[in-house]
């Protein structure tokens, strides 16, 4: 069964304007860590904000913040203010305890087009 | 700039060629990993090396040989490769291999195989 679910292969968003990745996943661990990371054309994989489980408030980095909806399994990353550079693909990834120490496993990823 | 160094950026090579990636951190994190990942797919984990030693081998074909001569390198010895085994390869680290730590990934090493 797939842990993480990315629904949107590609999203387009005007710049300037907010937008929201979708993001779901699976785990019967109360335990988990929800991870956000950005990787332009270059390849770098660039990390960009972490929500815990247990965490009681949505995390917030800058124009990032994570929609954490616990019961839905939802994890959504919202972007505030979009800029050209924020034209990259996104990957939604989860670490539990469920695999062999904590393997993080990554979504299919959302290719983000931001126009001016 | 990333404070995960990787090298080379880019490296070509024959079925029948010896070659290694090169990983280094100095953040002083104890958990380091090697990705393998395709393009327009997710990273896939290889490895995973946790103060030192090999915690995690996702069943990765023996002609790629992973080494931590310390805690702050992490190196991937390549042999006898595949045309399949060209990709992107990432390496990350973490301060440690828990719940909570966010991986900081290297820029990566584009790996074409002749």
């Known amino acids: 069964a797939q842990k993480i679910t990315q629904t949107q292969p590609g999203m387009f968003v005007q710049e300037k304007e907010a937008v929201t990745l979708d993001c779901t996943y699976d785990t019967s661990d109360p335990s988990y860590g929800l991870f956000w990371y950005k990787q332009p054309s270059s390849g770098e994989m660039i990390f960009l904000i972490y929500?815990?489980?247990?965490?009681?408030q949505n995390a917030t980095e800058g124009r990032y913040s994570l929609n954490f909806q616990k019961a839905r399994k939802s994890a959504n990353l919202v972007i505030s203010a979009s800029q050209l550079g924020d034209s990259a693909m996104y990957f939604c990834?989860?670490?539990?305890?469920?695999?062999?120490?904590?393997?993080?496993?990554f979504g299919k990823g959302t290719l983000l087009t931001v126009n001016p | 700039d990333t404070e995960v160094t990787q090298t080379p950026k880019h490296l070509v090579m024959g079925m029948t060629n010896k070659k290694s990636l090169k990983c280094e951190q100095h953040?002083?994190?104890?958990?380091m990993y090697w990705y393998k990942q395709k393009a327009k797919k997710p990273p896939e984990l290889m490895f995973v090396?946790?103060?030192?030693?090999?915690?995690i081998n996702e069943s990765v074909p023996s002609r790629f040989s992973p080494e931590c001569p310390n805690s702050s390198l992490l190196n991937l010895h390549l042999h006898a490769l595949q045309p399949e085994d060209s990709a992107l390869y990432l390496c990350?680290?973490?301060?440690?291999?828990?719940?909570?730590?966010?991986?900081?990934f290297g820029d990566g090493t584009r790996l074409s195989i002749l």
């Open positions: 990834a989860m670490r539990d305890r469920g695999g062999s120490n904590y393997k993080l496993t």
């Open positions: 990350a680290s973490s301060q440690e291999a828990g719940l909570n730590q966010p991986q900081h």
């Open positions: 090396y946790s103060y030192e030693k090999l915690s």
């Open positions: 953040m002083g994190h104890r958990a």
């Open positions: 929500q815990g489980s247990y965490d009681q």
